[in-house]
């Protein structure tokens, strides 16, 4: 019903930073909660930062708090991350998930996007 397509992943060196993109297709996108997630290697999928429906509330997880920003473009179906001064600790691949809701961190989501891969050399 709903499907999710990350980009902007990429190799960088700590400090720099990475505009991560999630396009979402249908027609609904306005009404979703929306959300990214990272995973690495042997670690369990943890939250990053979340987004309300309109964008006027946003969450963050403590370890990227200041340094990464989460936005949405309803017009384009379309949710950022934007993540500066990166470390070698956000290497992860990155994962943008959707689900309809009104609250700004929902108890779980129905959509997942594949993932895109984000390394941070030291």
């Known amino acids: 019903q709903v ?3 990350e980009s902007g ?8 930073s990475l505009r991560l993109s999630c396009a979402a297709s249908g027609r609904t996108f306005g ?14 999928r943890e939250f990053v930062a ?6 006027g509330r946003t969450r963050y997880a ?4 200041g340094r ?3 936005s949405r473009d309803n017009a384009k179906n379309t949710v950022y991350l934007q993540m500066n001064d990166l470390k070698p600790e956000d290497t992860a691949v990155y994962y943008c998930a959707a689900t309809r809701s ?10 997942w996007g594949q993932g895109t891969q984000v390394t941070v050399s030291s």
């Open 68 to 70: 990464f920003s989460i």
């Open 50 to 55: 979340s987004i309300n429906w309109s964008g």
């Open 9 to 16: 992943g990429g190799l960088v060196q700590a400090g720099d």
């Open 102 to 111: 009104v609250v700004v961190v929902p108890p779980s989501y129905d959509y």
């Open 31 to 44: 009404s979703f909660a929306l959300g990214w997630f990272r995973q690495a290697p042997g670690n369990e």
């Open 62 to 65: 403590d370890s990227v708090k």
């Open 3 to 5: 499907q999710l397509v």
